[in-house]
């Protein structure tokens, strides 16, 4: 079965301490592999798509990297606005046009001053 | 470009009554999806559409849900009769391919009372 755990459940930072978010996976044929964040009240918004193992993506403070069992969300000198959820979604290989997203519980980051 | 619409943002019902829940996707995204997010089972895919088609409902909870695309602009997703459980978060999202990113609009956040 095609499963998707996030760790750790929630994250508690001082503004400056790095850290890493982990999306491990089992899935019959990754085709893609998506990060979002997700603010309270508002719906998940698009950060990464990675497609195969050693494949990173950078954007401001984050960087996202895959493996053939997990991803990774390494998040340098947070600051208090990247206090968010991070979800964690894969897509399968497929027939018929279609790529099931399945998503992982995600990590609540809160980032302090 | 405006991102994926939907209406209300909240709704409060007694339980027994009907409720509607509306999205307009991403111009030019063939695929629309209606999720629902809840703290237990996190992000779930309830159905999705490809251009205007219903292609698998297989996550719909039960018969009183039911959800409509009558053309590439709308979609509905249709609780009748409400039930306390059925509070949750329900989000739509759209993508211009199967295997494209999915955009997600900011959710109608539902209480059944």
């Known amino acids: 079965e095609d499963q998707v755990t996030q760790s750790p459940e929630a994250l508690r930072l001082q503004e400056g301490e790095s850290s890493s978010l982990n999306c491990s996976y089992t899935v019959s044929g990754l085709r893609g592999l998506f990060w979002y964040r997700q603010d309270p009240g508002k719906g998940p918004e698009f950060l990464f798509t990675?497609?195969?193992a050693g494949e990173e993506k950078e954007k401001e403070r984050l960087k996202a990297t895959l493996t053939k069992k997990e991803s990774f969300l390494h998040i340098t000198a947070p600051k208090p606005e990247d206090s968010a959820t991070y979800l964690c979604?894969?897509?399968?290989?497929?027939?018929?046009?279609?790529?099931?997203?399945?998503f992982g519980a995600g990590t609540r980051l809160a980032v302090h001053p | 470009d405006a991102g994926v619409i939907q209406s209300p943002r909240h709704e409060v019902t007694e339980m027994g009554q009907e409720v509607t829940l509306r999205c307009k996707p991403i111009s030019g995204h063939d695929y629309l999806f209606w999720y629902r997010q809840t703290m237990m089972r996190g992000l779930e895919l309830l159905i999705y559409f490809n251009n205007n088609v219903p292609i698998d409902d297989s996550g719909m909870p039960e018969d009183r849900f039911s959800a409509k695309m009558p053309n590439a602009s709308f979609s509905t997703l249709k609780i009748q009769p409400s039930e306390p459980r059925d509070s949750a978060v329900y989000f739509c999202?759209?993508?211009?391919?199967?295997?494209?990113?999915?955009?997600f609009g900011p959710g109608t956040r539902l209480l059944v009372l």
């Open positions: 979604a894969v897509q399968a290989e497929f027939s018929g046009g279609y790529n099931k997203l399945i």
């Open positions: 999202a759209s993508s211009r391919t199967g295997g494209e990113t999915q955009y």
């Open positions: 990675l497609y195969s």
